[in-house]
T-cell receptor
């Protein structure tokens, strides 16, 4: 069974400050890892993904994440927060059950607030 | 390009009433389809997934059911809604392990 832990249900940063959202995973197979962003009352938008290629992954809106196998981590960062980054962020790991269903297991989410 | 449509966006239903939420995908064939529920403070929970027409797998026992009558159509149903069925329901599709794409969601309030 796979699982995802996001440390911190709420994170506040000042506009222009570094954003760091933490994600640790457990997986019995080489993981595929994802970060999604959700704005209020909207669906989830894919920010970036790790699929066993480069360990440093760049995504949309200036976000990036680094896969560290030794630490079982996939933390999300952005050098300078913008007011529009305020949203909820979900880390997820993809399961390959062998039946081709590719289910996602999500962390509980981290709500990011950006202070002007 | 592929798109996913989910409707309605919001729904208020009385306890004991039936439910039907619909999701369709365009621009791809034989996608994997999923229904997730998001309850406040509880993250996203996978309810059902389907790898083909008529093939439905349920992840949790519940008051809901799902059907896939056509290749790119996925329906979430209930015969009698409970208060605990309130939440934000998300339909999603994938064609490979490398990405899953979500609809805009349905906010269901059972009163």
């Amino acid at each position: 069974a796979q699982s995802v832990t996001q440390l911190g249900s709420h994170v506040s940063v000042s506009e222009g400050a570094l954003v760091l959202l933490r994600c640790n995973y457990s997986s019995s197979v080489p993981p595929y890892l994802f970060w999604y962003v959700q704005y209020p009352n909207q669906g989830l938008q894919l920010l970036l993904k790790y699929t066993s290629a480069a360990t440093l992954v760049k995504g949309i809106n200036g976000f990036e994440a680094e896969f560290k196998k030794s630490e079982t981590s996939f933390h999300l960062t952005k050098p300078s927060a913008h007011m529009s980054d305020a949203a909820e962020y979900f880390c997820a790991v993809s399961d390959d059950s062998g039946a081709g269903s590719y289910q996602l297991t999500f962390g509980k989410g981290t709500k990011l607030s950006v202070i002007p | 390009s592929q798109t996913i449509h989910q409707w309605p966006a919001t729904l208020v239903q009385p306890v004991g009433s039936p439910l039907s939420l619909e999701c369709t995908v365009e621009g791809t064939s034989n996608p994997n389809l999923y229904w997730y529920r998001q309850a406040a403070g509880r993250g996203l929970q996978l309810l059902f997934y389907s790898v083909g027409i008529g093939q439905i797998s349920s992840e949790v026992p519940q008051n809901l059911s799902a059907s896939r009558p056509q290749d790119r159509q996925f329906i979430l149903s209930s015969k009698k809604l409970l208060l605990s069925d309130s939440g934000f329901y998300l339909c999603a599709w994938s064609a490979a392990r490398t990405a899953t794409f979500f609809g805009q969601g349905t906010r269901l309030t059972v009163v």
